[in-house]
C-alpha cells in the first residue's frame, strides 16, 4: 500500500485546556466549494424536531471522568446533520464498499446509508463495490436502491461481499475518478480504515470533490477511541448460547468440562506478550453468562504446571462441584506452544497474525494431564467462531447500525471528508482516521472490568507481582501522529452559542 503524504492535523485550541481533533472539509482544499440549504429542513418527517440541525460549535469530549481543576481535554466534532450541505442530491454519485471479516450488522448498515442518501436527501446514484477493495478495479458493481436492499438487514454477511488486502491506492482512485463517484463509503476495521485514510488523502493530492466516509467494524471490538464497534453486543449475546451448551454438557457428565474458545485477533500489546488478541468477547459474555468457572484472554498471562497453575486449579475446582466450564479468548496462551511453530511468522491478506489453533492444544493438554494422572474426565470442545460471525445483527446492533449510517451521510453531505463516524460517551461523533489507527484497544487486566470478572468466576489470577504491567498516567493532551505538530491550530475565544430554529 503507497502511502502518499500525510497532511496535517487539524486542531483548535479553545480556553480551560479544550483541544478539538476536527476532521477535515472539503473547503479546506476546494475553498470556492457552493453550498446549499439542507433539503432535511422540507423533510416532513422532520419539520416537528426542535433544533435537528447541529450547532456548528457543538464537540464531544473523549473523556468524561474529569478532575475540577484539571483541563476540559481533547473533543471530537459532534456528528448530525447541519444547515448546509456542499453537494446538491442531483450531483451526488455514491459507493459503499465492505472489507475484511464478517460481523453481524454490514446488512443493516448498507441498507441505512441508502435508505439515508435516498429518503433522507434524495439521492439516486447508489453503487455497491463487489467483494472488498479490490471490487474497484476488479470486478462490477451493484446498483443500490430502497428496494434492494430493503430487508437485507434479516441476514448476516454482507450483499456486497467482502475481501482482505487487495488495496492499491491509484487503481482504487482513478476507478472513483473515472465512474464521477463523489461520496465513498467504507466498511471495515483498523486496517480498512488505514486504506480509507489513504486513499482520503490522494483524492486530496488530486484536488477532487470526494467525501470518503470511513464506519468502523470489528466485531473484535479492538478499534480506540469508540465505546464499541458494531456487531460486538451481537457477537457477546451468541457467544452465551455456546457457554449455555458448554455448560449443559459439563453438567451431564461426571466430572465434566465445558471448553468454549472465542474469537479474537492479533493486537500489539505494548504492555504484555506481542503474539495476542483482544479478550472483549470473552471477558464480557463471561461476565453476562454466570455459568463460567475459567475465562483466559492474551491480555492476562497464565501457566499450566505446578503450584497455583491452571491444571492445578481445574482439578480443585471438579473435586468442589464435579464440572466446570472454560472459556478461552483466541490467542491466549500462544506464548505456551512452541516457539518455532510457522504460524508465528505468517499473517493474512490483511496483515493480521495467523496463529495456531490455541484451543485445540490447551484441550488436548488438559486430557493429557488427567489421563497421565489417571484421573476421569470428560471435556466437550465448542468453537462456535464462525457460527457468530455470520448471524444477524440484534436489535441493540441494528439500531446501532442505522445511528452510524445516518452520521456518516450527514456528515459527507455537509462537506465532511477523511473521518469515521463513531460513538464517544453515547454520542454520534467525527473523528479523524489518525485516532482510530493509532493503536488497538486491549483489556486492561488492572482496570475494575476484569476484577468484576475475577469475582464472578472466583478463578486465580494467575499473575505475580512481576506480570502485572504499571499503567502509565495519561497526559491530557494526545500528541499527533509521529509526534508531528499541527500547522493548523487555533486559538479561539469563549463562545456565545446561538440557537438554530
Request: proline share 6%; aromatic share 8%; hydrophobic share 35%.
Amino acid at each position: 500500500m503507497t502511502s502518499p503524504k500525510r497532511n496535517k492535523a487539524k486542531i483548535v485550541n479553545g480556553p480551560g485546556g479544550y483541544i478539538l481533533q476536527d476532521v477535515p472539509h472539503l473547503i479546506d482544499y476546494l475553498p470556492d466549494l457552493h453550498a446549499y440549504p439542507n433539503p432535511l429542513q422540507d423533510n416532513p418527517a422532520y419539520s416537528v424536531v426542535k433544533q435537528y440541525f447541529v450547532d456548528a460549535d457543538d464537540s464531544v469530549p473523549e473523556k468524561i471522568v474529569v478532575h475540577k481543576d484539571g483541563p476540559r481535554g481533547i473533543h471530537f466534532r459532534r456528528a448530525g446533520p447541519r444547515q448546509k450541505v456542499y453537494f446538491d442530491s442531483d450531483e451526488v454519485h455514491a459507493c459503499i464498499v465492505t472489507c475484511g471479516g464478517l460481523c453481524p450488522g454490514l446488512n443493516t448498515v448498507i441498507r441505512e446509508i441508502v435508505s439515508s442518501l435516498s429518503c433522507m436527501y434524495g439521492v439516486n446514484r447508489i453503487l455497491g463495490i463487489d467483494g472488498g477493495y479490490r471490487g474497484f478495479y476488479a470486478k462490477n458493481t451493484i446498483p443500490l436502491d430502497s428496494k434492494v436492499v430493503n430487508d437485507i438487514h434479516k441476514r448476516g454477511g454482507t450483499i456486497l461481499g467482502t475481501s482482505r488486502g487487495g488495496h492499491d491506492t491509484a487503481k482504487i482512485v482513478d476507478s472513483i475518478q473515472d465512474r464521477g463517484i463523489n461520496q465513498v463509503y467504507i466498511i471495515g476495521g483498523d486496517g480498512t480504515q488505514r486504506g480509507a485514510s489513504v486513499i482520503y488523502e490522494e483524492i486530496r493530492r488530486r484536488g477532487l470533490k470526494v467525501a470518503v466516509v470511513g464506519i468502523p467494524k470489528t466485531i473484535d471490538n479492538d478499534i480506540p477511541v469508540i465505546d464499541r464497534s458494531f456487531g460486538f453486543d451481537t457477537a457477546v449475546e451468541e457467544a452465551q448460547r455456546a457457554i449455555n451448551a458448554a455448560h449443559v454438557e459439563a453438567e451431564s457428565n461426571e466430572n465434566g468440562i465445558g471448553f468454549v474458545k472465542l474469537m479474537g485477533r492479533y493486537s500489539e500489546l505494548l504492555l504484555l506478550i506481542k503474539k495476542a488478541k483482544p479478550g472483549f468477547i470473552a471477558m464480557y459474555a463471561t461476565l453476562a453468562s454466570r455459568d463460567v468457572d475459567c475465562c483466559l484472554i492474551p491480555e492476562s498471562p497464565f501457566y499450566l504446571e505446578g503450584e497455583g497453575g491452571l491444571l492445578e486449579f481445574i482439578e480443585r475446582r471438579l473435586k468442589e462441584n464435579g464440572h466446570m466450564v472454560i472459556v478461552l479468548a483466541e490467542g491466549a496462551g500462544q506464548d505456551l506452544m512452541s516457539k518455532s511453530m510457522e504460524s508465528n511468522t505468517l499473517e493474512d491478506a490483511s496483515g493480521n497474525k495467523l496463529l495456531k489453533d490455541v484451543g485445540l492444544w490447551l484441550s488436548q493438554s488438559i486430557k493429557d494431564h488427567f489421563k497421565k494422572n489417571k484421573m476421569e474426565m470428560n471435556l466437550k470442545y465448542i468453537d462456535p467462531t464462525y457460527m457468530i460471525r455470520a448471524v444477524p445483527s440484534n436489535a441493540s446492533d441494528n439500531v446501532y447500525c442505522s445511528l452510524l449510517a445516518q452520521s456518516a451521510v450527514h456528515g459527507a453531505m455537509a462537506g465532511y471528508t477523511g473521518y469515521t463516524s463513531g460513538l464517544v460517551n453515547g454520542r454520534q461523533t467525527y473523528i479523524p482516521y489518525y485516532r482510530i489507527t493509532e493503536k488497538q484497544n486491549h483489556v486492561v487486566i488492572t482496570d475494575r472490568m476484569w476484577a468484576r470478572l475475577l469475582s464472578s468466576t472466583n478463578q486465580p489470577s494467575f499473575l505475580g507481582p512481576k506480570d502485572i504491567p504499571e499503567e502509565k498516567k495519561e497526559l491530557p493532551v494526545t500528541p499527533l501522529p509521529d509526534g508531528e505538530k499541527s500547522d493548523a491550530v487555533v486559538d479561539i475565544p469563549p463562545v456565545t452559542k446561538e440557537v438554530t430554529k
